[in-house]
Protein backbone atom coordinates (compact mmCIF):
# COMPACT_ATOMS: atom_id res chain seq x y z
CA UNK A 1 0.00 0.00 0.00
CA UNK A 2 1.41 3.07 -0.90
CA UNK A 3 2.28 5.91 1.45
CA UNK A 4 2.24 9.74 1.34
CA UNK A 5 6.40 10.57 0.79
CA UNK A 6 5.52 13.12 3.65
CA UNK A 7 4.56 10.52 6.35
CA UNK A 8 6.85 7.76 5.32
CA UNK A 9 9.85 10.45 6.07
CA UNK A 10 8.49 12.32 8.92
CA UNK A 11 11.01 12.56 11.41
CA UNK A 12 10.97 9.32 14.40
CA UNK A 13 13.87 11.85 16.48
CA UNK A 14 14.57 15.38 17.36
CA UNK A 15 18.06 14.99 15.38
CA UNK A 16 16.53 14.52 12.22
CA UNK A 17 14.24 17.47 12.39
CA UNK A 18 15.18 20.19 9.77
CA UNK A 19 15.28 24.06 10.39
CA UNK A 20 14.45 23.49 14.05
CA UNK A 21 17.03 23.55 16.05
CA UNK A 22 16.62 26.32 18.20
CA UNK A 23 13.90 24.55 19.95
CA UNK A 24 14.54 20.44 19.33
CA UNK A 25 17.55 21.67 21.65
CA UNK A 26 15.92 22.85 24.34
CA UNK A 27 13.16 19.64 24.12
CA UNK A 28 16.30 17.53 24.46
CA UNK A 29 17.77 18.63 27.14
CA UNK A 30 14.48 18.87 28.80
CA UNK A 31 13.89 15.41 28.41
CA UNK A 32 17.38 14.57 29.53
CA UNK A 33 17.39 16.30 32.62
CA UNK A 34 13.65 15.10 33.03
CA UNK A 35 12.32 18.67 33.34
CA UNK A 36 9.78 19.08 30.93
CA UNK A 37 6.96 21.66 30.86
CA UNK A 38 3.07 20.32 31.69
CA UNK A 39 2.13 22.29 28.86
CA UNK A 40 3.36 23.89 25.63
CA UNK A 41 2.01 25.82 22.56
CA UNK A 42 4.07 25.03 19.30
CA UNK A 43 3.37 28.14 16.88
CA UNK A 44 4.28 28.54 13.19
CA UNK A 45 3.42 28.15 9.86
CA UNK A 46 1.80 24.78 8.05
CA UNK A 47 4.67 22.39 7.57
CA UNK A 48 6.91 23.52 9.64
CA UNK A 49 7.35 20.41 12.26
CA UNK A 50 4.69 21.04 15.21
CA UNK A 51 3.06 17.89 14.76
CA UNK A 52 6.27 16.00 14.36
CA UNK A 53 7.72 17.80 17.23
CA UNK A 54 4.43 16.89 19.52
CA UNK A 55 4.38 13.20 18.62
CA UNK A 56 8.24 12.65 19.61
CA UNK A 57 7.87 14.97 22.84
CA UNK A 58 5.04 12.70 23.50
CA UNK A 59 7.19 9.63 23.02
CA UNK A 60 10.52 10.62 24.34
CA UNK A 61 8.33 11.41 27.74
CA UNK A 62 7.07 7.96 28.14
CA UNK A 63 9.65 5.73 26.30
CA UNK A 64 11.30 3.33 28.69
CA UNK A 65 14.84 3.96 26.94
CA UNK A 66 15.75 7.71 26.07
CA UNK A 67 18.61 8.00 24.16
CA UNK A 68 20.33 11.86 24.54
CA UNK A 69 16.89 13.11 24.83
CA UNK A 70 15.74 11.28 21.73
CA UNK A 71 13.11 8.35 21.68
CA UNK A 72 14.13 4.63 21.59
CA UNK A 73 11.74 4.24 18.95
CA UNK A 74 12.02 0.57 20.09
CA UNK A 75 10.67 -0.16 23.40
CA UNK A 76 7.00 -0.96 23.82
CA UNK A 77 5.31 2.35 24.72
CA UNK A 78 7.24 4.01 21.23
CA UNK A 79 6.35 1.38 19.22
CA UNK A 80 2.23 1.75 20.68
CA UNK A 81 3.31 5.40 20.15
CA UNK A 82 3.43 5.30 16.65
CA UNK A 83 0.72 2.55 15.64
CA UNK A 84 -1.46 4.89 17.63
CA UNK A 85 -2.54 1.58 19.44
CA UNK A 86 -2.55 3.43 22.54
CA UNK A 87 -5.43 5.46 24.57
CA UNK A 88 -2.68 7.38 26.49
CA UNK A 89 -1.63 9.80 23.29
CA UNK A 90 -5.27 11.57 22.52
CA UNK A 91 -4.12 13.69 19.00
CA UNK A 92 -7.45 16.15 18.57
CA UNK A 93 -8.28 18.51 15.89
CA UNK A 94 -9.36 21.75 17.36
CA UNK A 95 -11.11 22.56 13.81
CA UNK A 96 -13.99 19.91 14.31
CA UNK A 97 -14.31 20.01 18.06
CA UNK A 98 -14.56 23.80 18.85
CA UNK A 99 -17.37 23.20 21.43
CA UNK A 100 -17.06 23.74 25.00
CA UNK A 101 -18.76 20.19 25.72
CA UNK A 102 -16.15 18.10 23.92
CA UNK A 103 -13.30 20.13 26.19
CA UNK A 104 -15.06 19.83 29.59
CA UNK A 105 -15.13 15.79 28.84
CA UNK A 106 -11.58 15.99 28.13
CA UNK A 107 -11.23 18.09 31.40
CA UNK A 108 -12.79 15.25 33.26
CA UNK A 109 -11.12 12.36 31.99
CA UNK A 110 -7.51 14.15 32.72
CA UNK A 111 -8.15 12.59 36.45
CA UNK A 112 -7.69 9.26 35.78
CA UNK A 113 -4.03 7.80 35.16
CA UNK A 114 -2.62 6.32 31.79
CA UNK A 115 -3.61 2.64 30.65
CA UNK A 116 -0.07 1.73 29.78
CA UNK A 117 2.13 5.17 29.14
CA UNK A 118 3.86 7.21 32.02
CA UNK A 119 2.19 10.27 30.45
CA UNK A 120 -0.95 11.29 29.10
CA UNK A 121 -0.74 13.37 26.25
CA UNK A 122 -2.98 15.55 24.73
CA UNK A 123 -2.16 17.29 21.51
CA UNK A 124 -4.39 19.67 20.25
CA UNK A 125 -3.40 20.57 16.57
CA UNK A 126 -5.40 24.06 15.20
CA UNK A 127 -5.96 25.07 18.70
CA UNK A 128 -6.70 28.78 17.10
CA UNK A 129 -9.74 27.11 16.20
CA UNK A 130 -11.33 26.37 19.80
CA UNK A 131 -14.53 28.42 21.12
CA UNK A 132 -13.36 31.16 24.08
CA UNK A 133 -15.87 28.83 26.58
CA UNK A 134 -13.93 26.27 25.21
CA UNK A 135 -10.37 27.86 26.41
CA UNK A 136 -12.22 29.48 29.96
CA UNK A 137 -12.57 25.86 30.73
CA UNK A 138 -9.45 25.01 30.06
CA UNK A 139 -7.48 27.37 32.12
CA UNK A 140 -7.56 25.74 35.50
CA UNK A 141 -6.71 21.99 34.18
CA UNK A 142 -3.55 23.86 32.12
CA UNK A 143 -2.45 25.70 34.60
CA UNK A 144 -2.71 22.89 37.56
CA UNK A 145 -3.08 19.74 35.43
CA UNK A 146 -2.09 16.25 37.59
CA UNK A 147 1.59 14.97 36.98
CA UNK A 148 0.70 12.18 34.62
CA UNK A 149 -0.56 14.84 31.90
CA UNK A 150 0.82 16.95 29.67
CA UNK A 151 -0.83 19.29 26.98
CA UNK A 152 0.64 20.12 23.29
CA UNK A 153 -1.06 22.66 21.59
CA UNK A 154 -0.14 23.16 18.02
CA UNK A 155 -1.81 26.42 16.11
CA UNK A 156 -0.90 28.35 13.29
CA UNK A 157 -2.44 31.68 14.24
CA UNK A 158 -1.15 32.31 17.97
CA UNK A 159 -2.34 35.30 18.16
CA UNK A 160 -6.45 34.03 18.10
CA UNK A 161 -5.30 32.38 21.29
CA UNK A 162 -6.03 33.96 24.85
CA UNK A 163 -3.03 35.38 26.33
CA UNK A 164 -4.44 33.57 29.93
CA UNK A 165 -3.65 30.48 27.70
CA UNK A 166 -0.28 31.38 26.38
CA UNK A 167 0.72 32.52 30.04
CA UNK A 168 0.29 29.08 31.27
CA UNK A 169 2.26 27.23 28.12
CA UNK A 170 6.08 27.32 27.39
CA UNK A 171 5.61 29.17 23.45
CA UNK A 172 8.00 28.11 21.14
CA UNK A 173 8.50 29.39 17.65
CA UNK A 174 8.71 27.39 14.73
CA UNK A 175 10.54 29.48 11.88
CA UNK A 176 10.07 28.67 8.06
CA UNK A 177 12.84 26.44 6.97
CA UNK A 178 15.68 28.03 4.79
CA UNK A 179 15.84 26.78 0.98
CA UNK A 180 18.83 25.25 1.71
CA UNK A 181 17.49 23.04 4.33
CA UNK A 182 14.73 22.62 2.21
CA UNK A 183 16.96 21.44 -0.95
CA UNK A 184 19.20 18.92 1.03
CA UNK A 185 16.08 17.11 2.45
CA UNK A 186 14.77 16.43 -0.93
CA UNK A 187 17.91 15.34 -2.67
CA UNK A 188 18.11 12.73 0.27
CA UNK A 189 14.58 11.87 -0.19
CA UNK A 190 15.25 11.70 -3.93
CA UNK A 191 17.95 9.29 -3.32
CA UNK A 192 16.30 7.20 -1.14
CA UNK A 193 13.43 6.72 -3.47
CA UNK A 194 15.60 6.47 -7.00
CA UNK A 195 13.80 9.78 -7.88
CA UNK A 196 16.17 11.64 -10.83
CA UNK A 197 16.09 15.41 -9.30
CA UNK A 198 17.89 17.86 -10.49
CA UNK A 199 19.47 20.85 -8.13
CA UNK A 200 17.61 23.44 -10.13
CA UNK A 201 14.58 21.23 -9.42
CA UNK A 202 14.44 20.98 -6.03
CA UNK A 203 15.30 24.61 -5.40
CA UNK A 204 12.04 25.58 -7.32
CA UNK A 205 10.26 22.91 -5.25
CA UNK A 206 11.74 24.25 -2.10
CA UNK A 207 10.77 28.06 -2.98
CA UNK A 208 7.30 26.94 -4.00
CA UNK A 209 6.96 25.26 -0.54
CA UNK A 210 7.45 29.00 1.14
CA UNK A 211 9.15 27.31 4.17
CA UNK A 212 7.28 24.29 4.62
CA UNK A 213 8.59 20.54 4.76
CA UNK A 214 5.27 19.00 3.92
CA UNK A 215 4.84 21.17 0.74
CA UNK A 216 7.96 20.51 -0.77
CA UNK A 217 7.92 16.84 -0.14
CA UNK A 218 4.21 17.04 -1.79
CA UNK A 219 5.42 19.28 -4.43
CA UNK A 220 8.40 16.66 -4.80
CA UNK A 221 6.04 13.54 -5.14
CA UNK A 222 3.80 15.74 -7.49
CA UNK A 223 6.41 16.03 -9.86
CA UNK A 224 7.54 12.69 -9.75
CA UNK A 225 4.95 11.44 -11.06
CA UNK A 226 5.53 12.14 -14.69
CA UNK A 227 8.76 9.73 -14.39
CA UNK A 228 10.99 11.94 -15.96
CA UNK A 229 13.73 14.11 -14.35
CA UNK A 230 12.66 16.53 -12.39
CA UNK A 231 14.74 19.74 -13.59
CA UNK A 232 13.58 23.22 -13.24
CA UNK A 233 11.44 23.51 -16.49
CA UNK A 234 9.52 20.59 -15.73
CA UNK A 235 8.57 21.95 -12.25
CA UNK A 236 7.69 25.29 -13.48
CA UNK A 237 5.21 23.20 -16.11
CA UNK A 238 3.86 21.10 -13.07
CA UNK A 239 2.90 23.68 -11.27
CA UNK A 240 2.14 26.33 -13.68
CA UNK A 241 5.09 28.77 -12.28
CA UNK A 242 6.96 31.21 -14.84
CA UNK A 243 11.02 30.95 -14.66
CA UNK A 244 12.94 33.69 -13.34
CA UNK A 245 14.31 34.98 -17.04
CA UNK A 246 10.77 35.36 -18.20
CA UNK A 247 10.11 38.10 -15.23
CA UNK A 248 12.87 39.56 -16.18
CA UNK A 249 11.60 39.35 -20.04
CA UNK A 250 8.42 40.62 -18.61
CA UNK A 251 9.73 43.69 -16.67
CA UNK A 252 12.25 44.58 -19.53
CA UNK A 253 9.25 44.94 -22.17
CA UNK A 254 7.07 47.04 -19.48
CA UNK A 255 10.41 49.22 -19.19
CA UNK A 256 10.79 50.06 -23.15
CA UNK A 257 6.90 49.83 -23.06
CA UNK A 258 6.19 47.31 -25.64
CA UNK A 259 2.81 46.39 -25.12
CA UNK A 260 2.40 44.00 -28.01
CA UNK A 261 4.41 41.31 -26.36
CA UNK A 262 2.79 41.84 -22.66
CA UNK A 263 -0.16 41.36 -24.25
CA UNK A 264 1.17 38.05 -26.05
CA UNK A 265 2.60 36.64 -22.49
CA UNK A 266 -1.33 37.02 -21.54
CA UNK A 267 -2.59 35.77 -24.34
CA UNK A 268 -0.09 32.81 -24.21
CA UNK A 269 -0.77 32.06 -20.27
CA UNK A 270 -4.26 32.09 -21.24
CA UNK A 271 -4.25 29.57 -24.29
CA UNK A 272 -2.01 26.99 -22.10
CA UNK A 273 -4.60 26.73 -19.70
CA UNK A 274 -2.27 28.43 -16.98
CA UNK A 275 -3.64 30.68 -14.30
CA UNK A 276 -2.68 34.41 -14.87
CA UNK A 277 -3.43 34.56 -10.95
CA UNK A 278 -0.40 33.01 -10.38
CA UNK A 279 1.90 34.65 -12.85
CA UNK A 280 0.62 38.07 -11.28
CA UNK A 281 1.93 36.11 -7.98
CA UNK A 282 5.16 35.51 -9.52
CA UNK A 283 5.79 39.01 -11.25
CA UNK A 284 5.07 40.70 -7.96
CA UNK A 285 7.25 38.47 -5.75
CA UNK A 286 9.65 39.36 -8.96
CA UNK A 287 9.11 43.23 -8.36
CA UNK A 288 9.86 42.49 -4.42
CA UNK A 289 12.94 41.15 -4.96
CA UNK A 290 13.94 44.11 -7.26
CA UNK A 291 13.07 46.47 -4.81
CA UNK A 292 15.74 44.77 -1.88
CA UNK A 293 18.06 44.26 -4.89
CA UNK A 294 17.96 48.33 -5.80
CA UNK A 295 17.73 49.89 -2.28
CA UNK A 296 20.50 47.24 -0.59
CA UNK A 297 22.73 47.05 -3.72
CA UNK A 298 23.11 43.44 -3.22
CA UNK A 299 21.05 40.03 -3.97
CA UNK A 300 22.61 38.55 -0.86
CA UNK A 301 18.75 38.20 1.12
CA UNK A 302 17.53 36.53 -1.54
CA UNK A 303 17.98 33.11 -2.23
CA UNK A 304 18.91 33.18 -5.78
CA UNK A 305 20.29 31.31 -8.04
CA UNK A 306 23.68 33.22 -9.56
CA UNK A 307 22.57 33.13 -13.05
CA UNK A 308 19.20 34.68 -11.32
CA UNK A 309 21.01 37.36 -9.55
CA UNK A 310 22.71 38.20 -12.63
CA UNK A 311 19.54 38.41 -13.94
CA UNK A 312 18.07 40.63 -11.64
CA UNK A 313 20.59 43.18 -10.98
CA UNK A 314 20.56 43.67 -14.85
CA UNK A 315 16.67 44.11 -14.86
CA UNK A 316 16.34 46.45 -11.28
CA UNK A 317 18.81 48.88 -13.17
CA UNK A 318 15.95 50.30 -15.80
CA UNK A 319 13.89 51.22 -12.46
CA UNK A 320 13.77 53.60 -10.20
CA UNK A 321 12.43 53.16 -6.73
CA UNK A 322 9.58 55.25 -6.85
CA UNK A 323 8.14 53.55 -10.46
CA UNK A 324 9.35 50.10 -8.53
CA UNK A 325 6.77 50.89 -5.83
CA UNK A 326 3.98 52.07 -8.19
CA UNK A 327 4.14 49.01 -9.96
CA UNK A 328 4.24 46.66 -6.84
CA UNK A 329 1.03 48.46 -5.81
CA UNK A 330 -0.61 48.03 -9.22
CA UNK A 331 0.06 44.59 -9.18
CA UNK A 332 -1.46 43.67 -5.62
CA UNK A 333 -4.84 45.85 -6.20
CA UNK A 334 -4.59 43.21 -9.54
CA UNK A 335 -3.94 40.21 -7.25
CA UNK A 336 -6.77 41.34 -5.07
CA UNK A 337 -8.89 42.50 -7.95
CA UNK A 338 -9.00 38.87 -9.44
CA UNK A 339 -9.66 36.50 -6.50
CA UNK A 340 -13.09 38.89 -5.96
CA UNK A 341 -13.65 38.71 -9.81
CA UNK A 342 -11.97 35.73 -11.51
CA UNK A 343 -14.14 36.11 -14.50
CA UNK A 344 -12.26 39.28 -14.77
CA UNK A 345 -8.63 38.16 -14.76
CA UNK A 346 -7.32 38.62 -18.58
CA UNK A 347 -9.15 42.42 -18.04
CA UNK A 348 -7.47 43.10 -15.18
CA UNK A 349 -4.47 41.55 -16.19
CA UNK A 350 -4.32 43.79 -19.62
CA UNK A 351 -5.22 47.02 -17.93
CA UNK A 352 -2.35 46.60 -14.94
CA UNK A 353 0.05 46.01 -17.40
CA UNK A 354 -1.00 49.20 -19.36
CA UNK A 355 -0.89 51.03 -16.12
CA UNK A 356 2.48 49.56 -15.61
CA UNK A 357 3.99 50.99 -18.80
CA UNK A 358 2.49 54.56 -19.07
CA UNK A 359 1.99 56.14 -15.01
CA UNK A 360 -0.02 58.82 -16.97
CA UNK A 361 -3.14 56.51 -17.32
CA UNK A 362 -3.02 56.51 -13.66
CA UNK A 363 -4.28 59.63 -11.44
CA UNK A 364 -2.67 57.57 -7.72
CA UNK A 365 -0.83 59.08 -5.63
CA UNK A 366 1.80 56.38 -6.58
CA UNK A 367 1.88 56.85 -9.64
CA UNK A 368 2.61 60.61 -9.92
CA UNK A 369 5.60 59.98 -7.46
CA UNK A 370 6.73 57.57 -10.49
CA UNK A 371 6.32 60.13 -13.15
CA UNK A 372 8.33 62.78 -10.34
CA UNK A 373 10.75 60.30 -9.76
CA UNK A 374 11.74 60.40 -13.64
CA UNK A 375 11.40 64.08 -14.39
CA UNK A 376 13.36 64.64 -11.72
CA UNK A 377 16.31 63.93 -12.91
CA UNK A 378 15.60 66.25 -16.13
CA UNK A 379 14.29 69.06 -13.63
CA UNK A 380 17.72 69.12 -11.65
CA UNK A 381 19.94 69.06 -15.60
CA UNK A 382 17.42 72.34 -16.57
CA UNK A 383 18.95 73.75 -13.24
CA UNK A 384 21.83 73.50 -14.09
CA UNK A 385 21.28 75.13 -17.40
CA UNK A 386 21.42 72.38 -19.82
CA UNK A 387 19.06 73.18 -22.39
CA UNK A 388 18.03 69.59 -23.79
CA UNK A 389 20.11 67.05 -22.01
CA UNK A 390 18.69 63.84 -23.48
CA UNK A 391 17.80 64.73 -26.75
CA UNK A 392 20.93 66.76 -27.26
CA UNK A 393 22.72 66.08 -30.68
CA UNK A 394 25.79 64.01 -30.57
CA UNK A 395 28.32 64.57 -33.18
CA UNK A 396 28.24 61.86 -36.12
CA UNK A 397 31.58 59.96 -35.41
CA UNK A 398 30.22 58.81 -32.07
CA UNK A 399 28.31 56.54 -33.76
CA UNK A 400 27.83 53.20 -30.97
CA UNK A 401 30.23 50.41 -31.33
CA UNK A 402 29.49 46.60 -30.71
CA UNK A 403 30.16 45.72 -27.54
CA UNK A 404 31.75 42.44 -26.55
CA UNK A 405 31.41 40.26 -23.33
CA UNK A 406 34.41 39.23 -22.13
CA UNK A 407 35.13 37.65 -18.72
CA UNK A 408 37.56 40.36 -17.13
CA UNK A 409 39.15 43.57 -18.62
CA UNK A 410 42.70 41.98 -18.89
CA UNK A 411 41.19 39.52 -21.40
CA UNK A 412 40.76 42.81 -23.84
CA UNK A 413 43.73 44.73 -23.00
CA UNK A 414 45.80 41.41 -23.69
CA UNK A 415 43.93 40.61 -27.22
CA UNK A 416 45.41 41.75 -30.46
CA UNK A 417 43.83 44.23 -31.89
CA UNK A 418 40.70 43.66 -33.96
CA UNK A 419 39.66 45.89 -36.47
CA UNK A 420 37.30 47.94 -34.10
CA UNK A 421 40.09 48.77 -32.60
CA UNK A 422 41.94 49.70 -35.49
CA UNK A 423 39.66 52.42 -37.31
CA UNK A 424 39.61 54.02 -33.95
CA UNK A 425 43.46 53.85 -33.25
CA UNK A 426 43.69 57.88 -33.34
CA UNK A 427 40.83 57.94 -30.94
CA UNK A 428 42.91 55.06 -28.72
CA UNK A 429 46.12 56.95 -28.80
CA UNK A 430 44.54 60.08 -27.42
CA UNK A 431 43.26 58.22 -24.39
CA UNK A 432 46.37 56.72 -23.48
CA UNK A 433 48.12 59.74 -23.79
CA UNK A 434 46.11 61.28 -20.92
CA UNK A 435 47.99 59.41 -18.49
CA UNK A 436 50.94 61.46 -18.93
CA UNK A 437 48.60 64.64 -19.38
CA UNK A 438 47.32 63.59 -16.12
CA UNK A 439 50.76 62.74 -14.39
CA UNK A 440 52.57 66.06 -14.98
CA UNK A 441 49.19 68.52 -14.62
CA UNK A 442 47.29 67.54 -11.88
CA UNK A 443 49.40 65.96 -8.74
CA UNK A 444 47.66 68.42 -6.15
CA UNK A 445 44.48 68.06 -4.09
CA UNK A 446 43.06 64.97 -5.94
CA UNK A 447 40.90 62.42 -4.77
CA UNK A 448 38.45 59.75 -5.54
CA UNK A 449 34.71 60.51 -5.11
CA UNK A 450 32.84 59.75 -2.58
CA UNK A 451 29.69 59.05 -4.16
CA UNK A 452 31.19 57.30 -6.95
CA UNK A 453 28.83 54.60 -6.75
CA UNK A 454 25.59 57.06 -6.87
CA UNK A 455 27.00 58.05 -10.52
CA UNK A 456 27.15 54.94 -12.17
CA UNK A 457 23.79 54.55 -10.93
CA UNK A 458 22.29 57.66 -12.32
CA UNK A 459 23.98 56.26 -15.49
CA UNK A 460 22.72 52.78 -15.23
CA UNK A 461 18.94 54.64 -15.50
CA UNK A 462 20.07 55.67 -18.65
CA UNK A 463 22.10 53.06 -20.59
CA UNK A 464 22.65 49.70 -18.66
CA UNK A 465 25.71 49.34 -20.37
CA UNK A 466 27.43 52.33 -19.96
CA UNK A 467 26.85 52.02 -16.21
CA UNK A 468 27.83 48.11 -16.53
CA UNK A 469 31.38 49.57 -17.62
CA UNK A 470 32.04 52.38 -14.79
CA UNK A 471 31.19 49.43 -12.18
CA UNK A 472 34.81 48.16 -13.04
CA UNK A 473 36.44 51.90 -13.05
CA UNK A 474 37.22 54.37 -10.40
CA UNK A 475 37.07 58.55 -10.48
CA UNK A 476 39.53 60.96 -9.59
CA UNK A 477 38.80 64.92 -9.27
CA UNK A 478 42.06 67.24 -9.85
CA UNK A 479 41.12 70.52 -8.65
CA UNK A 480 44.09 72.18 -10.25
CA UNK A 481 42.59 70.87 -13.58
CA UNK A 482 39.04 70.94 -12.63
CA UNK A 483 38.57 67.84 -14.00
CA UNK A 484 37.64 64.12 -13.61
CA UNK A 485 39.40 61.54 -14.33
CA UNK A 486 37.83 58.12 -14.76
CA UNK A 487 40.11 54.78 -15.11
CA UNK A 488 40.02 52.08 -16.74
CA UNK A 489 42.00 49.14 -17.35
CA UNK A 490 40.23 47.88 -20.74
CA UNK A 491 41.23 49.56 -23.95
CA UNK A 492 37.86 48.81 -25.47
CA UNK A 493 36.32 49.99 -22.78
CA UNK A 494 38.06 53.40 -22.43
CA UNK A 495 37.10 53.81 -26.68
CA UNK A 496 33.60 53.23 -25.82
CA UNK A 497 33.46 55.46 -22.47
CA UNK A 498 35.69 58.48 -24.60
CA UNK A 499 32.50 58.49 -27.11
CA UNK A 500 30.82 62.31 -26.53
CA UNK A 501 27.16 60.49 -25.80
CA UNK A 502 29.04 58.30 -22.98
CA UNK A 503 31.01 60.44 -21.63
CA UNK A 504 27.23 63.11 -21.82
CA UNK A 505 25.82 60.53 -19.95
CA UNK A 506 28.09 60.62 -17.25
CA UNK A 507 27.79 64.58 -17.06
CA UNK A 508 24.06 64.28 -17.22
CA UNK A 509 24.32 62.15 -14.03
CA UNK A 510 26.88 64.02 -12.10
CA UNK A 511 24.78 66.86 -12.58
CA UNK A 512 21.60 65.00 -10.95
CA UNK A 513 24.18 64.14 -8.28
CA UNK A 514 24.57 67.86 -7.22
CA UNK A 515 28.51 67.56 -8.45
CA UNK A 516 29.73 70.98 -9.54
CA UNK A 517 30.68 70.19 -13.17
CA UNK A 518 29.85 72.75 -16.24
CA UNK A 519 30.92 70.38 -19.23
CA UNK A 520 31.34 67.24 -20.61
CA UNK A 521 34.32 67.98 -21.91
CA UNK A 522 35.93 68.47 -18.50
CA UNK A 523 35.83 64.28 -17.75
CA UNK A 524 38.51 62.82 -19.29
CA UNK A 525 38.85 58.88 -20.16
CA UNK A 526 42.66 57.21 -19.17
CA UNK A 527 43.52 53.97 -19.77
CA UNK A 528 45.71 51.85 -17.67
CA UNK A 529 47.67 49.08 -19.19
CA UNK A 530 47.20 46.81 -16.38
CA UNK A 531 46.18 46.75 -12.79
CA UNK A 532 49.18 46.02 -11.55
CA UNK A 533 50.90 49.92 -11.90
CA UNK A 534 50.71 52.51 -9.70
CA UNK A 535 47.43 53.16 -8.09
CA UNK A 536 45.07 55.87 -9.23
CA UNK A 537 45.94 58.50 -6.66
CA UNK A 538 49.63 57.54 -7.22
CA UNK A 539 49.31 58.75 -10.75
CA UNK A 540 49.05 62.27 -8.78
CA UNK A 541 51.69 62.20 -6.40
Given amino acids: MHQA????????VFDDVYGQEHITSILRHEATHN????????????????????????????????????????????????TATTTDVIEMDAATNTGVDYIRDLRDNVMYT?????????????????????????????????????????????????????????????????????????????SCENIDLTEEGATLIAKAAQGGMRDAISLMEL??????????????????????????????????????LLFDTINDIVVSSKDVLVFFGDLTAFYRDMMIQKSSGSAKYLELLPQEAKLLEQTASLFNMATLIYHASLLDDAYSNMMRNPASKRLI????????????????????LSRLASLEDKVKLLSKGVINPVTADIPSNNESSPIREVESDEEIANEPQNQAIEDKQENDNTVEKQVNDASSSARDNSYKLDNWDEIIQKVEERDAAVGSFLK???CIYSEKNNKYYIFTTAKLMATMLAMDKNKKAIFDAMLCCDMSIDSYTQIEIVFKKSKTEKSDLDIFN
Avoid at 5 to 12: Q, S, V
Fill in 223 to 260: CAGSHDTITGELVNNILGTSPYDKMCTVAKNIAEKKYS
Fill in 5 to 12: LYRKYRPF
Fill in 349 to 368: AEITLMKMCDPKLSDSNDAI
Fill in 35 to 82: STSHAYLFAGSRGTGKTTCAKILAKVVNCLNPKDGNPCNECENCKAID
Fill in 472 to 474: SCD
Fill in 114 to 190: PAMLKKRVYIIDEAHMLSDSAFNALLKTIEEPPEHVLYIFATTEPHKIPATIISRCQRFEFRRISVKSLVERLMYIA
